[in-house]
């Protein structure tokens, strides 16, 4: 069984700044690329950013110069460091990794449950 657990959501008011957590628990033998999506309901889930296992970051358009990614491989965890956040980035956020579980090849996608980013204007 694998788990990815997301923290750090929350009301914050413009201009202000979160910080999000996800750690991924489990028989996880290695982990790939690791991100943050968020959706807003009615909407499609949209990509913020993905980091791969060697630090390669991508990040979207709307969240460039705002939203910082980054991983720390020992404790199997991916953050998304949020600043100057906006209204529009008002979301649910969802973390997810591709993990290869222990006895099993190949590298499958897991999802955390989300977490709730409110920005009021």
């Known amino acids: 069984q694998v788990q990815l657990v997301e923290s750090g959501g929350g009301l914050v008011q413009a201009g202000g700044s979160l910080r999000l957590s996800c750690v991924a628990s489990?028989?996880?033998?290695?982990?790939?690329?690791m991100g943050w999506h968020r959706q807003v309901p009615g909407n499609q889930r949209e990509l913020v950013a993905v980091?791969?296992?060697?630090?390669?970051?991508t990040y979207a358009d709307s969240v460039k110069g705002r939203f910082t990614i980054s991983r720390d491989n020992a404790k199997k965890s991916v953050y998304l460091q949020m600043d100057s956040l906006r209204p529009e980035d008002t979301a649910d956020y969802y973390c997810?990794?591709?993990?290869?579980?222990?006895?099993?090849?190949?590298?499958?996608?897991?999802w955390g449950q989300g977490t709730q980013v409110t920005v009021s204007a």
């Open positions: 997810n990794a591709d993990i290869s579980t222990l006895g099993l090849g190949p590298f499958l996608p897991y």
């Open positions: 489990g028989s996880i033998l290695s982990i790939n690329d």
């Open positions: 980091i791969t296992r060697a630090g390669g970051i």
